[in-house]
């Protein structure tokens, strides 16, 4: 199976610049291959739930963006994908004061289904915070 | 199956405001009984995404709430659920400029899990925008 | 939203017994509407587990055929949907030696996927046993 | 983090042979780790769906076994997990007349809750045929 990505690190990069001002500056993609996609969310305050570590929607938000980069490595800025599911299984509670770290795995990407899974990490840390598996709808290129 | 609620609709209101301040502006509990708690989201602009409608992590953040307040309505103030697992199905876009409503359903309450199901709509609409099952676990009670 | 039905219950009767032999006796449709399909499991012994409970693989295998025959009730026999995922809550250990009931409802038919969910319960249990959410993709149609 | 294992690989085997001598034949345990556990599923007809590829239920089943093995690899057969939770996503058909194999990851083993993800994959492939996340509880060894 020969796989080919129609953006790299850097189209990426300013994919996100352009199309998610709002968030941009919180991701940091850290590495991409047709396979995996590595992106590092730098944790500040607004992440956080009472008590001082990343909150569920903040690892829900970061385990989605990270699938989502990875899907449109491999299908250009064309068509978006729409996330459908997503299961999330959380494991310990985050490292406070660390980063957090998202590897995703596109496992399908089909004509019109996406499926991958995503491990999420506190930085240094070996054992993962969160598991998940998501899958995205790709709507047909408009002409 | 007698079941009794140890936190009613004001009591949960006040536990939301002394424990999530910094939230707690953002939901209304519009109802609750032993099995079934109705939440609304006040949605306001850092609850959309790009395109103007209500971002996957509100959706999240919300379905999580709603089943966390119908537990601690159960089991009181004491112990405090804590997410496992979430599983959700995003169905359709929800309604621009209009606020969302949960309604979550508490199917079992054990002695170390908590397990139901919650529903997701935009106010006035029939059909809706997401479904999601969760998990909570219940930690033993300190002494 | 006005909805039809393509296949009546004795219309999804037939279509079990026709394209499903294997398994047809084992499943009794009870009722069907657009939006919700009751279906129960007739056990015998194969779809036990060591210590006479119903097994893990046939309360999933229930749930899938309720939804299935409640996607194929709106979309006709013509295209046959298939499931892309499903998550599952075991809930409690169903009654021994009672027939286990599923109520699938419908909760979106798009052009590509179909969502829905179904509780299974032991017959004459108010508590249900497990719950799920499932989708199908639903191929196109072949000229 | 050092982790022990409470049964290798021959005595996992003995384990199913004893404790579920029904189904013991179609399961062959290939390796385990305190990590990871392979098993593989010996298919025959009961295995197929109409059509003669490995059908869900049986997909599921296999991931739940796996990952139990996995489990009481580490716990020892005293206490016995029971499935609370299964996400499982169908990526592709399994290639017919092909054995599956599962590999199980254990995530987190914690005092009542494990969790793990487990791939399946059609003996010889290298893309798998379903991904699922899964979820058991612990229960108190009785003293």
Redesign the interface.
């Known amino acids: ?1 020969k796989m080919t990505m129609k953006m790299d690190q850097a189209a990426l990069s300013a994919f996100m610049r352009r ?2 001002p ?1 968030v941009a500056d919180d991701f940091i993609i850290e590495s991409v291959t047709p396979e995996e996609l590595t992106v590092r969310l730098v944790v500040s305050e607004k992440h956080l739930r ?1 008590g001082g570590t990343v ?4 690892m ?2 970061l385990a ?1 963006v990270a699938l989502y980069l990875a899907i449109q490595a491999r299908i250009g800025p064309v068509a978006l994908a ?11 509670k985050p490292a406070a004061g660390r980063d957090l770290v998202a590897v995703a795995r596109l ?2 990407l089909g004509r ?2 996406a ?1 991958g ?1 995503v491990m999420l990490y506190s930085i240094g840390e ?3 915070v969160a ?3 998501l ?1 995205y ?1 790709i709507p047909p290129v408009q002409g």
Do not use: E, Y
């Not at 729409?82 to 310990?92: E, G, K």
């Open positions: 199976m199309d998610f709002q009472p909150s569920g929607p903040t829900f938000g989605d729409v996330t459908t599911n997503c299961s999330i299984d959380f494991l310990r496992l399908k019109v289904l499926v899974d070996p054992a993962p598991r998940s598996g899958t709808s």
